[in-house]
């Protein structure tokens, strides 16, 4: 079945040719106008209230050596950390400080501290301290000689600060001393050349100072200001806005109301880029920043126009559109920042914060900024080919195939049968004869010279080709077609089939699985099909990869994994995607297989396809997504398909590698377009930081007067804070929605607990006093967790009646009092003992002289064996004694000066009770009088045994068990064991004697 020329074409014929003509005009005429309306587009985020910004005048954007993004405004200072605007200055409690404030200057010194000029007066801010100092106008050397300031800089160890009116102010910081100089021109324009509005030290160290009466220079020797003078072309009385040097040490000058200019320091001439009033793509005449996007291409922020780019090449000036979310934007700008990473601050002059991340530009619509854009950006795309002469084919899910012409920006409407099924393209394939095969869900057409050619299916007919999806389509070494259709099996159209005028006489020869033939091909679902340098196939089907030798005819089974997609690079190293194991590496030589899955880092394991990109690397095509494949150190770079591609659901055979080497990737929300050798290397690591802690949801920064947390890390609690939380931020401006968290508390929590952006805050309640340490890291933008961990330590103080000092003056009343009670205890039992030895001197007669002396030695004998007992018990405190005054030395060096006192006190009071020198005499005399002289008549048959030993022996005397012994020693059971065995040793006591028995009858 063969059509002469395409339906859409056909259709487009019958109009009459002067309204065939008009309508033409008109496309064309909307064609140019869209085409200039979207030139130069760049995608940009508008970060307003959104984000907690609530001022929409940016008048300076700083960012600091932590990563925060500062912005400057008519109302105050805010801080960025990629998610929220915070107002740290702009606080009840600091109405002396910078809120209300017009900022027009924000600046890092080399300290980490940042500076902000403002209109009324220059404002320090000691990252390191948390305090803020003010300077403001005054007549002496502490004081500002104009405190409107517009711009700030360092220089070694002094400040140059820009005034608006009162010229150039150097500040001394060792000396705390300002010195204030001034053009003295008598001139009527005098104060308009102290109204200084830019900065700039070029790479020669010279200072070029920018004022609402041209430029000036200032000689730090002589200490004067030097007019700028040119050869030419330079009208000097110009308002400076700013200054840039690029590479080639020439000076960008933007001004107000006269556009750009370009100094050449060897020439001393400038160039104009003269306002262009009549031309589409004219810049403003209020260039109000300027920076380098590279190194051919400068950016211009105007306040008026909003932003263009100068190519420095050609000088070309084109005008750049925001693609934001929001509808149309009128952009106008006041100020730009491109920090280290890349990414690009634009400060709007009464729109709030724009940011342009160069990652989420690599990506580009295709075909970018025509109408084919739109067109493309309604269909769903299943795949694509390209022709001999450079013209893309794009086969859709319902609407047929179309053609684009990159060189002349037209799309044609090649294929659009009627029914839903005719018009589902399954794949595209370009043969070397200039043919696009076409893989449709009812058919395998070919279009060749407008010609479009069906081979169609008949169920009759074993010869004719199935009809149920064409997914795979491949030309061979020798000019055979291979087809692979869903459910059927593997076709093939030999080369001589192939030549048939007919397509209806064309026979197919059909191989499907076998039951009973194990050479058979595997399934008859055939996913792709590719070609070695030997001429065998590789098939993908729904259980394994087979691989067809030509010569054998046998089908040989490789390995059971479903292949989506192949790929043979240069090595012959086989590269497979799958629907569910990843990346499949089969290297034929080894008959070695590698997956390489979400284990990984790839961020799918549905891959629809493999393509070739820089050298040592893959692009893997996923169901949601891009994936890098660094092949040596077999890492991941992921992009996911919304986010970064800016399209939805991506089809198995949506892309194709062009012979450019741009890469087209198609899904249900238009083609995408990169190049995988430009595609950027984001930074490793982001900085992670806790921005703020909260008790009760209340932010300490505000009950606490505290501005930032960065140098934080250590912070006390009371135990009556029973809720605390913590938020954290990842510094990472490109993707911060993709970020991931994992925070732990130590002491708390036994495992790291994973969050993602939209949860940036851990809380804990009920906390026990104690310490702990709280730590948080992130991802990186490749998805993987980052070296960049960050902690601070917590410390819930208890309450005072848990304190360590207070349960220390308690211990120290409980012995106090003991040692008193026991003392006048012992002096009782003296003085009755006294007592009594006096009344036995007394003359009395005999009979009862003898029977008082009876009952005074069995009273004496009584209290003996009590005064023993006691002096252990004694001897035993008194060791607890000597314990605790060891512990109370140990701890006066530990504790504040006024409890030190306390504890020099205490110690001293211990001391006094303390009588360690006679413990020892009094031990052997109280085991003496209760036990026959013991301690005397044992250290003497055994003079090896130490004093702990016969303490040991002495409480065995006395019948103690084991674990009142323990007790009294204040040591364990196995450490009394162990004494127990040297005293055996050293009186040679035989094993079968028990030591007790031996002591309690010796």
């Known amino acids: 079945m063969a059509n002469s020329i395409f339906p859409i074409a056909e259709n487009v014929m019958k109009i009459p040719k002067i309204l065939y003509r008009h309508l033409f005009l008109s496309f064309a005429a909307v064609f140019i106008q869209i085409g200039i309306l979207f030139s130069n587009t760049i995608k940009v985020e508008h970060l307003f209230k959104n984000t907690g910004l609530s001022e929409s005048y940016i008048l300076s954007i700083c960012k600091d050596s932590y990563g925060f993004i500062w912005l400057g405004t008519y109302n105050g200072v805010y801080r960025y950390n990629g998610y929220d605007c915070i107002s740290p200055f702009n606080r009840k409690a600091d109405s002396s400080l910078l809120n209300n404030k017009s900022v027009h200057v924000i600046y890092e010194d080399i300290d980490s501290n940042l500076w902000f000029g403002s209109e009324t007066g220059l404002f320090k801010f000691n990252r390191k301290s948390g305090v803020v100092d003010g300077f403001h106008y005054g007549t002496t050397e502490q004081t500002l000689s104009n405190e409107h300031i517009r711009t700030i800089t360092q220089h070694g160890d002094k400040y140059y600060i820009g005034s608006y009116g009162g010229g150039l102010i150097i500040y001394y910081p060792l000396d705390n ?29 010279n200072i070029w100072i920018g004022t609402e009466l041209g430029i000036y220079t200032f000689d730090e020797k002589q200490k004067e200001y030097k007019r700028l003078k040119s050869k030419g072309n330079w009208p000097e009385n110009k308002i400076i806005n700013c200054f840039y040097e690029d590479q080639a040490e020439n000076i960008w000058i933007g001004t107000w109301d006269n556009g750009l200019y370009k100094y050449n320091k060897e020439t001393e001439l400038f160039t104009h880029f003269k306002y262009q009033d009549e031309t589409p793509n004219t810049y403003s005449r209020n260039i109000r920043a300027i920076l380098s ?25 084109n005008k750049i559109q925001f693609a934001t979310k929001e509808p149309k934007i009128n952009v106008s700008l006041w100020t730009m920042l491109k920090d280290k990473g890349g990414v690009i601050w634009l400060g709007g002059f009464g729109g709030g914060l724009y940011k342009y991340s160069p990652i989420k530009n690599q990506f580009k619509s295709y075909p970018e900024n025509t109408l084919a854009e739109k067109q493309f950006s309604e269909t769903e795309v299943s795949a694509f080919a390209e022709d001999s002469h450079g013209k893309i084919y794009v086969g859709t899910i319902k609407q047929g195939v179309y053609r684009y012409d990159p060189i002349n920006e037209k799309v044609e409407h090649i294929i659009n049968l009627p029914g839903s099924l005719q018009n589902i393209i399954r794949t595209l394939y370009a043969d070397h004869k200039g043919r696009i095969w076409v893989g449709a869900q009812e058919y395998l057409s070919y279009i060749h010279n407008n010609t479009l050619k069906t081979y169609a299916s008949n169920h009759e007919s074993e010869t004719s080709i199935g009809r149920n999806g064409v997914y795979a389509i491949h030309f061979d070494k020798s000019d055979n077609l291979w087809a692979g259709i869903w459910g059927w099996g593997l076709y093939k159209l030999e080369k001589q089939e192939l030549s048939k005028h007919n397509p209806e006489d064309a026979l197919f020869i059909l191989f499907r699985k076998s039951l009973t033939d194990t050479n058979s091909v595997s399934d008859n679902v055939i996913w792709a099909i590719e070609e070695d340098k030997k001429g065998n196939l590789y098939l993908g089907t729904a259980y394994t990869l087979d691989y067809y030798d030509k010569k054998t005819g046998i089908f040989n089974h490789l390995i059971n994994t479903t292949p989506s997609s192949i790929y043979i690079d240069e090595e012959d190293i086989l590269w497979c995607g799958t629907f569910g194991s990843g990346l499949l590496k089969y290297v034929p030589w080894d008959n070695k297989f590698e997956f390489y899955s979400e284990d990984y880092g790839l961020q799918s394991n549905i891959i629809n396809g493999v393509i070739k990109g820089k050298p040592g690397e893959l692009i893997l095509v996923t169901n949601i997504g891009i994936s890098r494949f660094i092949i040596d150190s077999k890492q991941f770079v992921n992009y996911n398909a919304k986010s970064d591609l800016g399209i939805n659901l991506i089809q198995q055979h949506a892309y194709i590698r062009l012979k450019n080497g741009t890469i087209l990737i198609g899904g249900d929300a238009g083609i995408i377009s990169f190049k995988p050798e430009l595609l950027i290397d984001q930074q490793t690591t982001y900085p992670v930081y806790i921005t703020d802690i909260k008790i009760f949801n209340r932010s300490i920064l505000e009950e606490n007067r505290i501005y930032d947390l960065s140098d934080y890390t250590e912070f006390d609690f009371s135990y009556k804070d029973k809720m605390i939380s913590f938020e954290f931020a990842a510094l990472n401006y490109s993707s911060p929605e993709k970020t991931k968290y994992a925070y732990k508390l130590e002491g708390f929590d036994d495992d790291w607990i994973v969050t993602d952006a939209t949860n940036r805050l851990a809380t804990y309640t009920n906390l026990k006093s104690g310490e702990y340490i709280f730590r948080i890291r992130s991802t990186n933008y490749e998805g993987l967790w980052g070296e960049n961990e960050n902690m601070m330590r917590i410390n819930i103080k208890p309450p005072f009646y848990l304190s360590l000092l207070f349960k220390i003056f308690i211990a120290g009343i409980i012995v106090f009092l003991s040692i008193f009670f026991y003392n006048k205890k012992i002096n009782s039992i003296k003085n009755t003992y006294k007592v009594k030895e006096e009344s036995l001197q007394s003359k009395v007669e005999i009979t009862a002289m003898e029977m008082e002396n009876t009952f005074l030695h069995e009273e004496l004998l009584k209290k003996n064996k009590e005064l023993a007992s006691n002096t252990a018990k004694l001897i035993a405190k008194n060791q607890a004694l000597v314990n605790m005054k060891n512990a109370i030395s140990n701890l006066k060096n530990e504790v504040s000066q006024d409890a030190k006192g306390k504890l020099i006190e205490l110690h001293q009071l211990v001391v006094k009770n303390l009588d360690e020198e006679s413990n020892w005499e009094k031990y052997n005399h109280s085991i003496d009088l209760l036990q026959d002289n013991f301690i005397s008549r044992f250290s003497s048959e055994y003079p090896s045994v130490t004093h702990k030993d016969l303490k040991i022996c002495g409480y065995i005397r006395m019948n103690m068990s084991n674990q009142q012994i323990a007790e009294q020693l204040n040591i364990t059971l196995r450490s009394l064991e162990m004494a127990r065995y040297r005293i055996r040793k050293k009186i040679k006591l035989p094993r079968e004697i028990n030591l007790n028995d031996f002591i309690l009858k010796y």
């Open 177 to 205: 001393r300002f010195e204030s100089y001034q053009v003295s021109d008598t001139s009527s324009s005098y104060p308009d050349a102290n109204r200084i509005n830019a900065f700039l030290r070029d790479r020669q160290n």
């Open 293 to 317: 996007f590279d190194n051919k291409n400068i950016w211009l922020a105007s306040i008026w126009e909003g932003l263009f780019n100068l190519n420095n090449e050609t000088n070309e000036i």
